[in-house]
């Protein structure tokens, strides 16, 4: 089971670059990782993807290093709407239990 | 596209009361996720399904919780008989293949609240 450790909570202003970093250190040879953002009273959204190296896409960056035992998110210039609980997930198998762990609530302010 | 449809959005009932959850997943996906959300455990996978198939119910917490899927574009989670305890957020998800390497799709919930 590859089980994630996340911060429990970041503050940021506005207009900062926020980086969020996951780790997994048991992560499989076949686990992608994966980020979710959560506002309240919504499921979880989904943010990027990734297996090794960076991604990028229109809202976010995805650092994962050689050994993928960790990976960083990266939201550029955030605003407050970015305010949300953000779940690093990393796939356990397909016989296996997903774990989004605790995940980290970002404060964003002005 | 209309995304992952749940309903009820709220339900309060009683202890002991049959509970029913439903989920309409996205056209074309092939997986579906029951997952329950408190303040104590966070976000735990119940059950899954990959073409309507259950695959994995090892998250279920007892016998009284039971899930169906009785076709591709339509699940159930059923509660009965219902406690305290269940109260928290139900969410279903669903996914285009896989369980790792594709992202998952969520509903906005159902809001569970047993008196």
């Known amino acids: 089971l590859a089980k994630t450790t996340q911060p429990i909570s970041m503050d940021s202003y506005e207009g900062q670059e926020v980086n969020i970093t996951c780790s997994h250190n048991n992560i499989a040879t076949n686990d992608y990782i994966t980020w979710y953002q959560q506002f309240p009273s919504q499921g979880p959204r989904f943010i990027i993807q990734g297996y090794k190296t960076k991604v990028t896409n229109e809202v976010a960056s995805l650092f994962i290093p050689a050994d993928r035992k960790s990976s960083t998110l990266s939201l550029p210039r955030v605003s407050l709407s970015d305010t949300a609980v953000y779940y690093c997930?990393?796939?356990?198998?397909?016989?296996?239990?997903?774990?989004f762990g605790t995940g980290t609530r970002l404060q964003v302010t002005l | 596209d209309a995304g992952v449809i749940q309903s009820p959005r709220h339900e309060v009932t009683e202890m002991g009361q049959e509970v029913t959850l439903r989920c309409k997943p996205i056209s074309g996906h092939d997986y579906l996720f029951w997952y329950r959300q408190t303040m104590m455990r966070g976000l735990e996978l119940l059950i899954y399904f990959n073409n309507n198939v259950p695959i994995d119910d090892s998250g279920m917490p007892e016998d009284r919780f039971s899930a169906k899927m009785p076709n591709a574009s339509f699940s159930t989670l059923k509660i009965q008989p219902s406690e305290p305890r269940d109260s928290a957020v139900y969410f279903c998800?669903?996914?285009?293949?896989?369980?790792?390497?594709?992202?998952?799709?969520f509903g906005d919930g159902t809001r569970l609240s047993i008196l």
């Open positions: 997930l990393v796939g356990a198998g397909t016989a296996s239990k997903l774990t």
């Open positions: 998800a669903s996914s285009i293949s896989g369980i790792s390497n594709q992202p998952q799709h």
